[in-house]
């Protein structure tokens, strides 16, 4: 299992990100629609809807995306922070954190479209801290599926930003306390 004092501090230095798009980028050209942070440490989530920038609007959106998010365009237009705000108020918030998502290349791309650039900050996998936290062998597999489980009973997942990240939190949070 893994080592709860030395990594577990390391794993609660670490943010975990979620952000939803227009559509997937296999999908066409995207664009980061919402964003939400969540401090390993004390469980905090921030989320910012995303005004499309006007070249965006030309972008790809998917119907079945929003179907999914149940965010209009029309909503971000109207409600959404505007990007280099939201992009800003991300670089305050991670700097000198380990940042993980459970999708990171997605994330990535997304990341880099609010920067507008490289934005200078890595995306972690999820996946891989569960595992650093766990372990490695059948039991440390047994954990993160506990894990899981536990995450999708008390913080399922919404596909929308702030959940999502609840969602992870309550994981890595569950694994932290049970990883020995």
Request: proline share 6%.
């Amino acid at each position: 299992m893994g080592n709860k004092d030395g990594l577990g501090n390391f794993a609660a230095g670490s943010i975990v990100i979620d952000i939803e798009a227009s559509c997937l980028p296999e999908q066409g050209l995207s664009y980061p629609i919402e964003v939400a942070l969540g401090d390993l440490a004390t469980g905090a989530i921030v989320a910012w809807l995303v005004r499309p920038e006007p070249h965006w609007m030309q972008w790809d959106w998917d119907p079945e995306a929003e179907r999914v998010h149940k965010i209009p365009q029309a909503t971000l237009v109207r409600d959404g922070m505007p990007r280099s705000v939201v992009a800003s108020a991300i670089a305050e918030r991670v700097i000198g954190r380990r940042i993980v998502s459970d999708h990171p290349l997605y994330d990535q791309i997304w990341l880099a479209r609010l920067f507008q650039g490289d934005p200078g900050l890595r995306i972690h996998s999820l996946p891989e801290l569960c595992l650093e936290i766990a372990g490695h062998g059948a039991d440390a597999r047994e954990l993160v599926e506990r894990a899981r489980a536990h995450a999708h009973a008390v913080a399922p997942i919404r596909h929308r930003a702030a959940a999502d990240v609840a969602h992870q939190l309550a994981m890595l949070a569950y694994l932290m306390e049970h990883a020995t």
